[in-house]
């Protein structure tokens, strides 16, 4: 495609480049590495082991992705001059501080570019969806005066690239469901790409992938056909036993060990497997002539493609071949949810999940949807739009801006897992995009009347939201005395010389 038809994407990734770094020197890249060290001091170690070619440690979040461009970053510093230490054995005793002070600054300098690049995302998906570019742009700015995105400019996190990976996935599936050539098939194959890129970089969105997905279902656009043509060896019953032994072996394998629940983190892929397939069957049942050879067709090339990104990626002495266990054994992240018992019995885990489950549905109602929120703003203005602009929208979208409402609820309900005191910043950037998702069916209304309240209103009612953020993290001192009586640095950063930790803390 002609350069001058994407300049548009260039102006908007230098305005929130412009944006993000301004508000991250104003919060302070220069705060003391102790100030926020979860998790951005793990992320600096583990980046600093990529770079020596050790294998690294962080297999929980993973964070893959993250330190995998963190440590690419930190390489271009060091051939610039600009860094001393790109990798942990160039750490001393006597550079200790002042390198994890200098790693730190420039790792919440890439969190910003990351955020400006998550910013443009956000813009080129809404655009898929509408085919507005200023209507795009408008609610990408919405998003952008979120506080679950303004958090990721003050830090360096895990949670922003596997949102970002996530949208690539969906913008891909979006343009498979739109084309008419073969060609669609490599949408397919970069949709599996970024979903496990996703997956690598946070295992949480595991259980959210579903309904990231369920928007898609209520579009306006649908596969006209599959050129099955050059698939029909798959009709060969071979090829079916073939393709689930390998599923059998993919969970039986990464589950057939001794750690907490593998029959139910196996039952859960499985069942994850099903309601995969239950979506794309009922996406193209009507428009697809032979549905079997379509389903075999995705779910060979899920299989074969998390077989080739695996292999490309254990290239890498640093790759942990534990990342992609991890994204069969599920129920171990369970270890992850406060208060929830850390007992080997499947059936009172389920029950206390399913309590708990019903708890942070009743609590976000009361909370955030029955209360003056700018989650119930946005909903109240969403729904008020619909009924006022009825005859300018199809039933189609309607339903669209239902399901994108009620895939937010749901996911805002799944993140309340992570804390009993309510929902932490960094999560709020997956469900955001789907609430303001849900507004792209204005893009076509008669001289977007609407426009200006759809960018003030929800800018304005997050207003002190955001401050409070930034303010937050911009007075934010050392943490120096808890990280010295804490296990924390031990525990997360194995291989540095415990001297270093130790003398640094009895200078101060």
């Not at 969906?170 to 084309?179: C, D, G, P, Q, V």
């Not at 993919?250 to 239950?278: D, M, R």
């Not at 009172?348 to 708990?356: A, C, E, P, S, V």
């Not at 977007?448 to 937050?472: D, E």
């Amino acid at each position: 495609m002609k350069l001058k038809n994407k300049i548009h994407y260039f102006i908007v990734l230098l305005f929130y480049l412009i944006i993000c770094i301004f508000v991250g020197y104003y919060t302070g890249f220069n705060r003391h590495w102790t100030s926020v060290y979860d998790q951005e001091l793990t992320l600096v170690y583990n980046a600093l082991l990529f770079n020596n070619g050790i294998e690294i440690e962080l297999f929980q979040h993973p964070g893959y992705f993250t330190i995998l461009l963190l440590s690419i970053f930190y390489k271009i510093l060091f051939i610039l001059n600009l860094l001393e230490v790109d990798k942990l054995s160039s750490l001393t005793s006597e550079n200790f501080d002042n390198s994890l002070n200098l790693l730190t600054y420039y790792g919440r300098i890439f969190a910003s570019f990351n955020v400006a690049l998550f910013c443009l995302v956000t813009y080129f998906v809404f655009n898929q969806f509408s085919k507005n570019k200023i209507f795009s742009f408008s609610l990408s700015l919405v998003l952008f005066f979120f506080p679950g995105t303004i958090f990721h400019i003050t830090q360096l996190r895990t949670e922003l690239f596997a949102m970002f990976f996530a949208l690539l996935s969906i913008a891909s599936l979006k343009h498979f469901l739109s084309m008419d050539n073969f060609y669609k098939y490599f949408n397919l194959i970069f949709f599996f790409v970024f979903l496990i890129f996703s997956l690598l970089n946070k295992v949480q969105l595991f259980f959210l992938i579903l309904l990231f997905l369920i928007p898609l279902y209520f579009t306006e656009n649908r596969i006209n056909d599959f050129n099955i043509e050059k698939f029909l060896f798959i009709e060969n019953k071979a090829f079916s036993i073939i393709l689930l032994i390998i599923i059998f072996l993919f969970i039986y394998n990464s589950n057939n060990t001794l750690h907490p629940f593998p029959i139910l983190s196996a039952l859960i892929v499985l069942l994850n497997f099903i309601f995969f397939n239950l979506f794309f069957y009922f996406l193209i049942k009507n428009h697809v002539k032979k549905v079997f050879i379509f389903l075999m067709v995705m779910n060979a090339t899920f299989i074969f493609t998390f077989l080739i990104v695996k292999s490309i990626l254990m290239i890498h002495p640093s790759t942990s071949e534990i990342i992609f266990v991890n994204l069969s054994r599920i129920m171990h992240i369970v270890q992850f949810v406060p208060d929830v018992p850390q007992i080997n019995d499947n059936i009172n885990l389920i029950r206390d999940l399913f309590i708990r489950l019903i708890e942070n549905l009743f609590l976000i109602l009361t909370s955030l949807i029955l209360k003056p929120s700018v989650y119930s703003a946005l909903i109240t203005l969403n729904i008020a739009l619909l009924l006022i602009l009825r005859s300018q929208i199809t039933y189609q979208q309607i339903k669209f801006n239902i399901c994108c409402i009620l895939v937010s609820i749901f996911i805002i309900v799944i993140n309340y897992f992570r804390s009993t005191t309510g929902l932490m910043p960094q999560y709020e950037i997956f469900s955001d995009f789907f609430l303001i998702l849900s507004f792209v069916s204005f893009s076509k209304i008669k001289k977007n009347k609407y426009l200006l309240l759809c960018i003030i209103f929800p800018i304005w009612l997050n207003s002190n939201a955001v401050l409070k953020t930034i303010s937050n993290i911009r007075y934010t001192k050392d943490q120096i005395a808890n990280i010295c009586n804490d296990s924390f640095f031990y525990d997360w950063q194995k291989q540095i010389n415990k001297s270093y930790f130790i003398n640094f803390c009895d200078k101060e």
